[in-house]
């Protein structure tokens, strides 16, 4: 399935240092979203964004900062994480993001360990 | 507090051996009820959605049905390639998902 593309799969990053996940959805979605899943957890929607404007938060702390420039593009800022940050990262995307419940169409990963 | 149980945690079963794992939801307001398959170290991949009581929907072995309460997901004569978590979610709609702890499938040959 290569709808929705992530990169990089596997980050390892120190407490200290800055990188970005990045996704790209070629379905000709409207709205993007990012989910964590943590071992034992369900998972967990971080971000949603309709249309390039963010229109969900779910009390996600501000060392994960997202950015949409357009639709079919994601991305997820990450700075002075906390080794309970290690996740693993889902980008996902589906047609929009208001009205019935649309189908939501997930990447493969991010896996992210913060050491 | 919208909440998704699914039951059991863990399944196994001999190939062949028919059973059904379960998804329990408490929502407002159903604005779809969501099946996926995940393998290990992979995303989720869809498999149903439902959105009505009484709707059922069919994929090779696997049959998935809602009630105003629960959804169930039949599995008839599993193969060892079924094994997999699978995964249940509602939507409110707003994009937002709710998801279930997964069941986890181990079919022996």
């Known amino acids: 399935e290569t709808g929705v593309t992530q990169t990089p799969r596997h980050l390892v990053m120190g407490m200290t240092n800055k990188k970005s996940l990045k996704c790209e959805q070629h379905?000709?979605?409207?709205?993007m979203y990012w989910y964590k899943q943590s071992a034992k957890k369900p998972l967990e929607l971080m971000f949603v964004?309709?249309?390039?404007?963010?229109?969900e938060n779910n009390s996600v702390p501000s060392r994960f900062s997202p950015e949409c420039p357009n639709s079919s593009h994601l991305f997820l800022h990450l700075h002075t994480l906390q080794p309970e940050d290690s996740a693993l990262y889902l980008c996902?995307?589906?047609?929009?993001?208001?009205?019935?419940?649309?189908?939501?169409?997930f990447g493969e990963g991010s896996w992210l360990t913060v050491v | 507090e919208d909440q998704v149980t699914q039951s059991p945690e863990a399944l196994r079963l001999q190939e062949g051996e028919s059973s059904s794992l379960n998804c329990s939801y408490t929502?407002?307001?159903?604005?779809?009820l969501f099946w996926y398959r995940q393998d290990p170290g992979k995303g989720p991949e869809f498999l149903f959605t439902?959105?009505?009581a009484g709707e059922e929907k069919e994929k090779e072995r696997l049959k998935a049905t809602l009630t105003k309460k629960e959804s169930f997901l039949h599995i008839t004569a599993p193969k060892p390639e079924d094994s997999a978590t699978y995964l249940c979610?509602?939507?409110?709609?707003?994009?937002?998902?709710?998801f279930g702890q997964g069941t986890t499938l181990q079919v022996k040959p």
């Open positions: 929502v407002s307001g159903l604005r779809g």
């Open positions: 979610a509602t939507s409110e709609g707003g994009g937002k998902l709710i």
């Open positions: 439902l959105y009505s």
């Open positions: 996902a995307s589906s047609s929009g993001a208001r009205g019935p419940g649309n189908t939501i169409y």
């Open positions: 964004y309709n249309f390039k404007e963010q229109t």
């Open positions: 379905l000709g979605h409207n709205a």
